[in-house]
């Protein structure tokens, strides 16, 4: 609702806005608090616990997982409410098992943080003061006796008792801190005589001539009534007649849309919404509407069987989608905290980064309207994980009843999305019973027993709730099919490939491990200094101190990045420098996969890396960190994700360059191989013209032998650039291939010239270097963004990069820094 009410004729909806107090459970005073709010974020602001995020303040918090917790406020209903036949309170985001009390009277009891909740408090509502009150249980008290009653441990441990964001619980990358709270503001709702619980829009047919579109709604009523149904959109108006019955129900109507404009995947074309409406009136008079912006677009899961295996892409409005993205997992481990700006510029960053896929892992949280709408806006289409994770889970009647209400709630309200390309059962619960050693924890009994569970909610349940009510999004069963040990999972399904960091394989094997769709795959390195200097003491700034190891949640992980970097980088003389180069690192790395999955195509139709974002500041695979501070990685993927691509690869000996486009039409370029000494020597240069890159394809589209494009200069002491451009000259994709890893350049030392400008909305920076400079950082104190960053300077290029701010620098020449590869040996 855009605002607080509508108008008396029609459900009266308003927030319930009030003073809140909360407490630990029956002692100590009232404290205020603002809600929403977690119960970490509540203690904080009354400075009755430190940071969580500072130091190693987490291990001193772990007391709140087992206390009890309570909420209270007093809030007024107005007359025109109180007048109302039903009068009802609704509740989303109760974290997770609460008691609700409204003027002392019990009226709900929740177990899923998932749900929301609804009571009719027509009976209990009074003109004056109305004490709301909240009681929360301990999470982990909760469920103990029905953990311990099992008579096994379920792998992924008690918080799999719980229908309660997993990774509140601890993860690879993030804090444990298991709290509850008022993750929404409840939600007071009136009416007489009819309501509209549910509204959405979904094609049936689209040709280039009309769209067929069923727009299909559930109610309640306390009457029959014969009405007219309006469906209005782009001032057109569509006209029905329809008997209104009492009791709950659902109809529909449809109607056509001429020369549709189609929603398109960033990338493929405009994400174009329609602003649908649905009204009834009864007697001329309206007595219900709906407001629902969608887009008109198919979507599709190919899973078809071909020579090589099985196929495993998606089809965007009859089309093949090469997916370009990444795993997204919540943006704070306090979801309070998550501001709409935080969420518009993440996904800002996604579309500046040519993606048009996110998935929403498993472990995290079902995200808020806002994420879903600005997917919509954006073009970014959205694989949506159940949360379910890396677990099993039980199998009793009343968790799975709990289970399919919540996904029967999740499925109405997503699916109206034209963003929403996939529901998918769970994050590698599959695979980790296969593959992980977790059925030898069971004896034969028990193991029939857990997979007789994991088949009802996987592989019956949710796809018969998806198929039911999902408005033909597609099903997938688990992620991934099958796991990295099974040689099926490079012919068939989608393919987490963790062969580099866990089983510390070279970067190259990335050429080689090549699936039919990449969802998962990806490299630690840690956040830029700032980040770390944020939450750390000068003391703390060591790899292996006790802080530091507290914001690395890997139990190997400071070592693989250590052992990675040996491979490929000369050891970097300080902690701040390691910091840097551990950010190279992986950006390099990761471009070896995500190149490989994109020269592949169509074998290979997707390449989501894990992960972008962070829940705290913390050392992970993340390519933006918790503040929002691109790494390297993520200017990289910018490059690498760009619709038309140059594709370097030495085989036999032979430089091959793939053209890739993701583009719907044929594209014409010119394309320019030259070959440098690190010192600026021309040692060959070569360009062809015309060449024809096809829609949505692969090529190579040029080659030449090694020794002839380098002139048999040492393969330490070459660049080679190659760049593609349009016949009018625009270049279209850049990029300097190496021959060694940077630990083998013959890097020279050099220096920087810099100079900073003011200029519209932020400052301009501009950089020369007169050798090849490796990975040129910009840094500043203030906060903003650069155009670019983590660059390569050739000889004598002159570069100019954009600080975008809204601060005033006093000294702006002097505010910005400058360093590069060379200077951490």
Not at 200 to 215: H, Q, S
Not at 403 to 420: D, F, G, K, T
Not at 501 to 514: A, G, N, R, T
Request: hydrophobic letters at 35%.
């Amino acid at each position: 609702m855009t605002s607080d009410a509508q108008s008396t004729t029609s459900p009266i909806r308003q927030i319930v806005r009030a003073k809140w107090e909360f407490r630990q459970a029956e002692k100590g005073d009232w404290m205020p608090v603002k809600v929403p709010a977690s119960i970490h974020t509540a203690l904080l602001e009354n400075k009755k616990i430190e940071d969580p995020f500072y130091r190693d303040n987490e291990s001193r918090l772990q007391w709140i997982e087992a206390t009890d917790w309570e909420f209270q406020c007093t809030f007024q209903v107005d007359d025109e409410m109180l007048q109302r036949k039903h009068l009802e309170i609704h509740f989303k985001g109760l974290d997770t098992y609460a008691h609700v009390y409204l003027n002392d009277s019990l009226i709900l009891e929740t177990n899923n943080m998932f749900r929301s909740w609804t009571a009719d408090v027509k009976n209990l509502v009074k003109p004056g003061n109305n004490a709301l009150h909240i009681y929360f249980e301990s999470p982990v008290k909760k469920v103990e006796n029905d953990w311990k009653n099992l008579g096994y441990e379920l792998p992924g441990g008690i918080r799999t008792m719980s229908r309660k964001a997993q990774f509140h619980y601890g993860w690879d990358w993030g804090p444990k801190l298991v709290g509850a709270g008022i993750l929404n503001l409840p939600e007071m709702l009136a009416w007489d005589d009819f309501l509209l619980e549910d509204v959405y829009f979904t094609p049936l047919e689209i040709t280039d001539e009309k769209a067929r579109v069923l727009a299909r709604y559930r109610y309640r009523s306390d009457a029959d009534m014969k009405t007219q149904l309006i469906v209005r959109y782009d001032k057109v108006k569509s006209l029905d007649e329809k008997m209104v019955y009492a009791g709950v129900h659902e109809d529909s109507t449809w109607f056509d849309v001429p020369n549709p404009r189609l929603w398109w995947c960033n990338g493929m074309g405009e994400p174009y919404l329609y602003d649908f409406s649905l009204e009834l009136k009864y007697q001329g008079r309206s007595i219900e509407k709906a407001d629902v912006r969608s887009g008109i677009r198919t979507i599709e899961l190919v899973t078809t069987p071909d020579d090589k295996g099985q196929n495993f892409y998606f089809k965007l409005n009859g089309k093949p989608v090469f997916a370009k993205g990444a795993n997204y997992i919540p943006q704070d481990m306090f979801q309070d905290r998550v501001a709409p700006g935080q969420y518009k510029a993440l996904l800002d960053d996604v579309v500046a980064s040519n993606m048009n896929m996110l998935r929403v892992w498993g472990g995290g949280i079902y995200e808020e309207d806002l994420f879903y709408q600005l997917c919509d806006a954006r073009g970014i289409m959205v694989w949506q994980d159940f949360m379910y994770a890396c677990a099993l889970y039980p199998g009793s009647g009343s968790f799975l009843k709990n289970a399919a209400a919540e996904a029967y709630e999740q499925i109405v309200r997503l699916r109206s999305h034209p963003c929403m390309a996939l529901f998918c059962g769970n994050n590698e619960n599959n695979e980790a019973w296969n593959n992980w050693g977790w059925q030898m924890q069971f004896n034969e009994s028990q193991r029939a027993q857990l997979w007789r569970d994991y088949t009802t909610l996987f592989v019956d349940l949710l796809p018969t709730y998806v198929s039911n009510y999902g408005a033909g999004i597609p099903y997938w069963e688990s992620s991934p099919k099958y796991g990295r040990a099974n040689p099926k999972s490079l012919q068939e399904g989608d393919a987490h490939y963790w062969g580099v960091w866990h089983d510390e394989e070279p970067f190259s094997i990335l050429d080689k491990k090549v699936p039919r769709f990449m969802s998962e795959f990806g490299f630690q390195s840690f956040p830029e200094w700032r980040t770390i200097v944020s939450f750390t003491e000068e003391q703390d700034r060591e790899l292996e101190s006790p802080v530091m190891l507290a914001h690395q949640k890997h139990p190997r992980g400071n070592a693989l990045i250590a052992e990675y970097m040996k491979r490929d980088y000369r050891t970097p003389k300080t902690f701040e420098d390691f910091v840097y180069v551990s950010q190279l690192l992986q950006a390099e790395g990761m471009r070896t996969g995500i190149e490989a999955h994109r020269r592949n195509k169509p074998y290979c139709m997707g390449t989501l890396y894990w992960q972008l974002n962070d829940v705290w500041p913390v050392a992970s695979w993340s390519s933006i960190d918790y503040y929002g501070r691109w790494k390297a990685m993520q200017y990289y993927v910018r490059e690498i994700y760009k619709p038309v691509a140059a594709l370097p690869i030495i085989e036999d000996n032979i430089l091959k360059v793939y053209g890739v486009s993701d583009l719907m039409l044929d594209t014409l370029v010119n394309i320019r191989v030259r070959a440098l000494s690190l010192e600026g020597k021309l040692l060959s240069d070569v360009t062809a013209q015309d060449i024809l890159i096809h829609p949505d394809s692969s090529k190579v589209i040029w080659q030449g032998y090694l020794k002839t494009v380098t002139n048999k200069n040492k393969a330490d002491d070459t660049v080679i650039e190659i760049v593609l451009s349009s016949s009018e000259g625009t270049v279209i994709y850049r990029r300097l291939f190496y021959l060694v890893s940077p630990k083998d350049l013959a890097l020279s030392r050099t220096s920087i010239d810099l100079k900073v400008e003011p200029a519209d909305r932020g400052y301009k920076i501009t950089v020369q270097a007169s050798k090849l400079t490796k990975n040129v950082y910009l840094q500043t104190g203030a906060n903003g963004f650069f155009s670019d960053n983590y660059f390569d300077l050739l000889p004598g290029e002159r570069k100019t990069v954009w600080f975008k701010t809204e601060q005033i620098l006093d000294s702006p020449q002097s505010a910005f820094t400058v360093k590069h590869l060379e200077e951490t040996y």
